[in-house]
């Protein structure tokens, strides 16, 4: 098992930018894909961002593609998510989720998730 725990979510107007983190302990970090996930009031989680293993490959939703950038430092078992550009309909709770070695991942194959965190964009 892998315990995550995230943090970096705020209120921020639109245009601006915001940093979320997720420390992971527990399971060898750098032997599985990490995901970002989030849900906004009345609709289902979404896979947003993932990031391989290795960090050579990623995968970004169409609506988020050019803004969001994840990243990951195994060194120190984090997996980060800068937002740049933000709309307000980007205004969800951020999950961070482990998944496994499979590349391109599934929504399913994340099976490890974080607590949380808001992040709000104001118009």
């Known amino acids: 098992q892998v315990q995550l725990a995230e943090s970096g979510g705020g209120l921020v107007q639109a245009g601006g930018s915001l940093r979320l983190s997720c420390a992971a302990s527990?399971?060898?970090?750098?032997?599985?894909?990490m995901g970002w996930f989030r849900q906004a009031p009345g609709k289902e989680r979404e896979l947003v961002v993932a990031i391989s293993w290795s960090g050579t490959a990623t995968y970004y939703a169409d609506a988020v593609k050019d803004r969001f950038t994840i990243s990951r430092d195994n060194a120190k078992n984090t997996v980060y998510l800068q937002m740049n550009s933000l709309k307000p309909e980007d205004t969800a709770v951020y999950y961070c989720?482990?998944?496994?070695?499979?590349?391109?991942?599934?929504?399913?194959?994340?099976?490890?998730w974080g607590q949380g965190t808001q992040v709000t964009v104001s118009s």
């Open positions: 989720a482990a998944g496994s070695g499979r590349w391109p991942p599934r929504p399913r194959d994340f099976g490890s």
């Open positions: 527990g399971r060898t970090f750098s032997s599985y894909a």
